[in-house]
């Protein structure tokens, strides 16, 4: 998992908006860009890769159903990602690492 990417998610609901709109600006679906895309889906929407690298992914996925999936996928995992994030951890959960950071500071005293 890598940096938020919330950018990233907002130029992609353009770029599908656009393409909706019937103003195809990018690269037609290719299987090189299709293979290429999950291994650098991580790159690209941790702000990585070169902008205009990264708006050729995001303009193919916005007109590529099976890039389009991928995107979702990862853009929903990530909002998941920061709302558990944001949630306060269980109490239990607390005193456990507590106890393993108090231990930890005992040893280095
Ligand atoms: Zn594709």
């Known amino acids: 998992m890598c940096e938020t990417g ?9 770029l599908c908006g656009s393409a909706a709109a019937g103003n195809p600006a990018g690269d037609p679906p290719g299987e090189r860009i299709c293979e290429e ?13 070169p902008e205009s690298g990264a708006r050729r992914f995001l303009r ?9 999936d991928v995107f979702e996928t990862e853009f929903a995992l990530r909002r998941i990602m ?3 994030c944001a949630a306060p951890a269980p109490e239990r959960l607390r005193a456990v ?3 393993t950071l108090t231990e930890e500071i005992r040893t280095e005293l």
């Open 37 to 49: 895309l999950p291994a650098l889906l991580c790159d690209l929407l941790g702000g990585v890769l």
């Open 97 to 99: 690492i507590y106890e």
């Open 82 to 84: 920061r709302r558990s």
């Open 60 to 68: 193919h996925g916005a007109q590529c159903p099976s890039c389009r």
């Open 6 to 14: 919330e950018n990233a998610e907002d130029l992609f609901r353009m």
